[in-house]
């Protein structure tokens, strides 16, 4: 059986395998799968708390089988290269043009420009207004739907981050990634959707778990699906 802990802002899944034994034991496989091994009987309330307990070492021994992981090849911006656009792959087509500008038509992103190596940094301030576009139409349902819950963000911003999809100030400001809009848009929505729960509870305690499972009924599929694709 699989089940789910949250620790600070990560969701840590694991499977649970009960047999005829005395303690429970953690392991982490080399895909970084989180396997529990229980004596018969212990209750899974028992055995999340043992998980939250042990989160540290979990983390970090998926962390270093993360190390061994193949690394994406660093990006060329030339003709023929994909690159990923709403969770689809799109070829790149650079044409000599003297009107800088990119644009996007069947299965190909055209960069138009004289200077190749502006290519990279053309498409990266078309991502980012496609962001601003896009983002802004997949929220809007979504704020309305949250405001039966008396709140609503006091902006949506889109902000080049490091290490986060989206958070949410204190101010009730929503930051979203630029770089979510190469993810299918079921994952952004995951993201708006997660941020929007901390307009009504700040902290992931059990309360945020529940409100997101209730907004999102399949919100761990489309994370899972983000964080394999933009590894």
């Given at each position: 059986?699989?089940?789910s ?15 005829n ?127 039966k819950?008396?709140v ?44 929007l ?29 983000l964080?394999?694709?933009?590894a």
């Amino acid at each position: 059986m699989t089940e789910s802990v949250q620790f600070g802002s990560k969701i840590i899944n694991f499977q649970v395998c009960f047999s005829n034994r005395k303690t429970l034991g953690i392991t982490i496989t080399p895909d970084m799968d989180v396997l529990v091994k229980a004596p018969d009987e212990t209750s899974i309330e028992k055995i999340k708390e043992k998980v939250i307990k042990k989160a540290p070492w979990i983390i970090k021994q998926q962390n270093y089988f993360l190390g061994f992981f193949p690394k994406a090849p660093e990006r060329q911006y030339v003709s023929g290269e994909t690159h990923l656009y709403l969770g689809r792959q799109y070829r790149l087509k650079i044409t000599d043009s003297k009107k800088n500008e990119v644009k996007y038509k069947g299965r190909f992103i055209e960069i138009c420009t004289l200077k190749k190596e502006k290519a990279g940094s053309l498409l990266n301030k078309w991502y980012k207004e496609r962001a601003k576009i896009k983002f802004g139409e997949l929220a809007e349902p979504l704020i309305e739907r949250f405001k039966k819950y008396n709140v609503e963000p006091k902006s949506l911003y889109v902000q080049e981050m490091n290490s986060r999809w989206g958070s949410c100030t204190s101010k009730g400001k929503i930051i979203l990634n630029p770089e979510l809009i190469k993810a299918p848009r079921p994952c952004i929505e995951y993201v708006i959707v997660h941020e929007l729960c901390h307009l009504v509870h700040p902290n992931h305690n059990q309360k945020f778990i529940e409100l997101q499972q209730k907004e999102m009924p399949d919100w761990q599929k489309w994370k899972e699906k983000l964080e394999k694709l933009m590894a």
